[in-house]
């Protein structure tokens, strides 16, 4: 579904065009080739090299991911990671100097950051349109099917990789900066199968700059679709309510006392597209990406604190923002 939908917003800049398509399955890479128009498929990534591409695009399990990741950029091709940058910060450090050295463009796959609901939020917290702010809370539940890769500890590396890191890490630490403290509990109740993520559903705790703290719910358990996907922002003038769609504009609310605004963004262009392009301009020399190596070492930082909070069971996890 996803590299539909990110190959889709690529070709729609109309500076890209499909040259090659690699799946574990042959099948199912010409599937997504003829799809688009039709482009060799293979089932070894290695045999991309006969195509020769100047940018890829990878939508995969994340325990394959850095490994061909770190191929892609040998190879000198710019790269769209559509999901976490790496599964560590350690093999997230080493794509960054890689593609430093190669001068290459990676660009992990946030979308969040390119969509206006989340813009319009940064706007109103560098404004000052909420007063001071003092706290957040978000809470990000879905109903995962136990079958699929994501649901898999070794495939996915884990629940708050996967999922928490968009839902609602990064798009929180571009609003606010880095945390400096993490505390994380979690549990294992519905899907408890050994190969099964660890942390099915998990709370965390992050202190943001300005002593912002915030708390974050997420998992893989929904019974309901009220409540389960929301961001909200408390500031001593105004709250701010964030309903950030996973696929569409996303929408807002602004409370002040009995006061209230709603701001939709149904005529804004697709946040997907905003960052294709955003990678074909930084392909053509325009630092335009916002989710740089440099942006996305955080979100791994925090994943790797929630986890060791989370199975130490330890209330306190801090870490060094230090490179």
Not at 254 to 273: I, V
Request: proline residues 5%; negative net charge.
């Amino acid at each position: 579904m996803m590299a539909r939908r990110r190959l889709a917003a690529l070709l729609a800049t109309d500076g890209f065009h499909l040259c090659g398509v690699v799946a574990r399955r042959r099948e199912r890479a010409q599937a997504l080739a003829d799809a688009f128009g039709g482009a060799p498929a293979f089932d070894d990534h290695r045999a991309l090299a006969a195509v020769a591409p100047r940018a890829v695009l990878l939508e995969m399990p994340h325990n394959v991911q850095d490994g061909i990741a770190a191929w892609v950029v040998d190879q000198g091709w710019h790269l769209l990671v559509g999901g976490p940058l790496a599964t560590t910060e350690a093999a997230g450090r080493a794509l960054a100097e890689a593609a430093a050295a190669r001068g290459v463009v990676v660009e992990a796959g946030f979308e969040a950051r390119y969509k206006p609901v989340w813009e319009t939020a940064k706007t109103f917290i560098e404004t000052a349109t909420l007063g001071q702010l003092v706290a957040v809370t978000a809470v990000a539940l879905w109903r995962a099917d136990p079958a699929r890769w994501y649901y898999d500890e070794a495939a996915s590396g884990g629940m708050p990789l996967t999922h928490m890191t968009y839902c609602f890490i990064n798009p929180l630490r571009w609003l606010l900066g880095e945390p400096s403290s993490v505390a994380a509990i979690s549990n294992q109740l519905v899907n408890r199968a050994a190969s099964a993520v660890h942390e099915e559903t998990c709370i965390a705790l992050l202190r943001f700059p300005g002593d912002v703290v915030a708390s974050l719910t997420a998992g893989y358990v929904r019974s309901a679709e009220s409540g389960s996907w929301q961001v909200t922002l408390f500031g001593s003038d105004a709250t701010l309510e964030i309903f950030p769609d996973e696929m569409g504009p996303g929408r807002l609310c602004l409370l002040r006392g009995d006061a209230q605004e709603d701001h939709g963004f149904p005529s804004q262009e697709d946040g997907f597209r905003r960052q294709a392009r955003a990678f074909l301009d930084a392909i053509g020399g325009v630092p335009a990406c916002r989710n740089r190596p440099q942006d996305c070492l955080g979100d791994l930082r925090v994943t790797d604190a929630i986890r060791r909070s989370a199975r130490d069971r330890a209330m306190i996890a801090c870490y060094s923002n230090d490179p």
